[in-house]
């Protein structure tokens, strides 16, 4: 214990950390990661300001004033994640991958 005046090895602390990043590496690789997004993008407006974006699926997001828009795509989804603001979305047609919109503690998902 280590109170006023008392030294921490700074080298066993150091030391202590490692096996612990290490532990934690090898323990992920009992576990799938899922699919990383293939393209990303992002949509804002200003205050006072409307916007109709095109999305890189064909979709449209209709971005109201202060409103901003994340958009993932990855192999089995679209992920569109609405930060702030409102929007509103004419999705394109792709059954394989569902369009999900995370809003605060909501998801809407249109399958296609």
Do not use: C, W
Not at 58 to 87: K, M
Request: hydrophobic share 40%; no cysteine.
């Amino acid at each position: 214990m280590t109170g006023l005046g008392q030294h921490i090895d700074v080298s066993m602390l150091e030391s202590m950390l490692t096996l612990t990043v290490v532990e934690l590496q090898s323990s992920q690789f009992s576990v799938k990661p899922p699919p990383r997004p293939m393209l990303s993008e992002m949509s804002r407006t200003g205050v006072g300001e409307k916007r109709l974006a095109k999305l890189a699926d064909g979709s449209f997001a209709t971005l109201n004033t202060n409103s901003r828009i994340v958009v993932f795509y990855a192999p089995l989804a679209r992920d569109v994640y609405l930060s702030y603001g409102e929007a509103q979305f004419d999705v394109a047609r792709d059954q394989a991958r569902p369009f999900n919109v995370y809003a605060g503690k909501r998801v809407l998902q249109s399958s296609g």
